[in-house]
């Protein structure tokens, strides 16, 4: 289970480097083909200092990689943490879809239009 796979400080990193609009669309950018923090900075309105921050967060989280190409510093998507997330994503829907039916059953006990009486 995805779970017992991160620790408290992986899962915390991941939401964390998520929370963020630009961050997500860099994710969204680089898993499509790897691209530079240059390119990267000419696409959104904010310092390329700025952009090499949100990168650095993403790439504390594991959220991508980067390697040197050249002069340039490319970006890369880490298709196999993006899994991770969505399996932990899913754990927690399917927690919540579970307490929702108990939390159902339970109203459902108690409504008396529900009896046969």
């Known amino acids: ?35 530079s923090v240059s390119q990267l900075a000419d696409s959104y309105a904010m ?15 594991s959220l991508v990689t980067k390697s040197s190409r050249g002069r340039e510093r490319m970006v890369r998507g880490n298709l196999a943490r993006i899994r991770q997330a969505q399996r932990l994503l899913d754990h927690f829907e399917e927690v919540w879809r579970s307490r929702i039916d108990r939390l159902d059953a339970l109203l459902a006990e108690d ?6 009486t």
Do not use: Y
């Open 47 to 61: 310092s390329f200092a700025a952009v090499q921050k949100h990168v650095a967060l993403l790439e504390e989280a």
């Open 111 to 116: 409504d008396p239009a529900s009896s046969d």
């Open 1 to 35: 289970m995805v779970v017992s796979e991160l620790s408290d400080q992986d899962v915390n990193r991941i939401f964390r480097a998520l929370a963020d609009a630009t961050r997500r669309d860099i994710v969204r950018r680089t898993l499509v083909a790897d691209v």
